[in-house]
């Protein structure tokens, strides 16, 4: 395997060379990108995050964000399946026992297997880490009946981290993880993703009936998902989705530059759309916008990987942070692309609508902004 930073390098080149060309045409037919997960296999890109001895790079959450800035600046799509599936790796790392690991790690190092998450339910919304469904035990057989609300990859992952209640749990949050692999006997993705943006992903809801849960398979002790979700999970998704919402306000951010330059008057003798005052007020506010979320992102990753006690607030922040300087960075280079970008041409239309999922990608940005106010508060999170 090759070190993370020539990994890097592999993945600047197939985002420049492989996702950017398809893109439009991924989004345009709404088909999940198997090609560019092929490319990303081959080039070592999905190893990332598999530790050196299964194969993989044993790169952190630093590299991960900066392969998803750059992957999500050419195909947000892709980039959404490839954090999914980081996110999927970094837990099984973590909590997955030996044979296990040896089996999905190096196949995951090769290329060779793509997994998700697959924990927001019908019952429990943008509460991600309050599954209602419940493991049913009888004696050492274990079932699993669940509504999976929406799943990226659904459908189209090797394998799905799945999160339940362990048995007769006294509540939400005595939960459990269990890796379900695809073809698994009462596992069902239930129609065609339809959603707004990102829609190459193919996020779907699923359903379990009766899928039958073996202890091999258990992501850590029975009981133990919550922690797995707060410790692992959730700074991988976090940082991830705030890497997205950069690259995502990055792509739309040179767009505009580039067209406010191009864009000329005939009646004001050929000036520039760049040339007036207001127009580089705005694009200069969206700089500023863009780079503080980028400074906020870099902090909260200096601090998670110090085990910087505070830093668990910057990784609840940072998500709803960058989410929302995507959202206005994107609305803002709509506005000033005119019936130019509403005519969907420059792929701002395409940044505009795939901005939109990280707000209400659980924890969605409102239920971060509870947590970080309690927390400021002084009041308990749970
Ligand atoms: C593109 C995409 C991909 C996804 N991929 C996955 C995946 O791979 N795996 C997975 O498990 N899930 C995935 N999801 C699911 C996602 O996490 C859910 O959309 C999320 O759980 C929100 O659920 P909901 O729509 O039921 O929100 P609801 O709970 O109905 O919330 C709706 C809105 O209500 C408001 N709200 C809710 N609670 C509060 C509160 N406490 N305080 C203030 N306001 C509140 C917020 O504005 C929120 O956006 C994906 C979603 C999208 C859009």
């Known amino acids: 395997m090759a070190d993370f930073y020539s990994l890097l390098a592999t993945n600047e080149k197939l985002s420049q060379d492989v996702l950017r060309p398809g893109a439009d045409q991924i989004d345009q037919s709404r088909r999940f990108p198997r090609e560019n997960m092929v490319a990303l296999g081959k080039g070592g890109v999905l190893g990332l995050l598999v530790p050196v001895q299964y194969g993989g790079a044993g790169a952190g959450l630093a590299e991960m964000s900066s392969a998803l800035v ?54 429990s919304g943008g509460h ?14 274990k079932k699993l009946s669940a509504n999976k609300s929406l799943v990226t990859s659904a459908g189209e992952a090797d394998s799905y981290v799945v999160s ?15 890796l379900v692999p695809k073809g698994a006997n009462g596992l069902a993705t239930q129609g065609r993703f339809e959603g707004l943006g990102l829609a190459g992903n193919a996020s779907a809801p699923m359903t379990l009936t009766d899928v039958a849960l073996d202890d091999d398979s258990r992501l850590g002790p029975e009981g133990s998902g919550f922690e797995s979700m707060l410790q692992v999970v959730l700074p991988h998704f976090q940082i991830g989705v705030a890497s997205v919402s950069i690259g995502i306000a990055n792509a739309a951010f040179q767009t505009i530059a580039a067209r406010v330059g191009a864009r000329k008057y005939e009646h004001a003798g050929g ?12 694009v200069a506010e969206m700089a500023l916008e863009l780079n503080s979320a980028r400074a906020y992102l870099a902090e909260t990753i200096r601090k998670a990987l110090a085990g910087d006690p505070t830093a668990m607030l910057d990784v609840l922040g940072v998500k709803a942070r960058a989410a929302d300087a995507c959202l206005n960075v994107v609305s803002r280079a709509m506005t000033l692309g005119g019936g130019w970008a509403f005519g969907r041409r420059g792929g701002l239309e395409r940044n505009f ?22 927390a400021c508060l002084g009041l308990p999170l749970f």
């Open 128 to 141: 991600f880490y309050a599954p209602v469904s419940e493991i049913r035990a009888n004696g050492a057989q």
């Open 70 to 123: 750059v992957q999500s600046q050419a195909c947000a799509s892709t980039a959404m399946v490839t954090l999914m599936h980081f996110c999927a790796t970094a837990v099984i790392a973590a909590k997955a026992g030996d044979s296990l690991k040896q089996r999905l790690l190096s196949a995951m190092a090769r290329g060779e297997h793509v997994s998700t998450l697959a924990f927001s339910e019908a019952g």
């Open 271 to 282: 000036a520039a759309l760049a040339s007036i005052p207001r127009v580089q007020f705005l």
């Open 353 to 374: 609508r795939d901005a939109q999922a990280a707000a209400v990608m659980a924890p969605v940005s409102d239920v971060l902004k509870e947590f970080i106010g309690k």
């Open 164 to 178: 339940a209640r362990r048995p007769a749990a006294a509540g939400p949050t005595e939960s459990s993880l269990y």
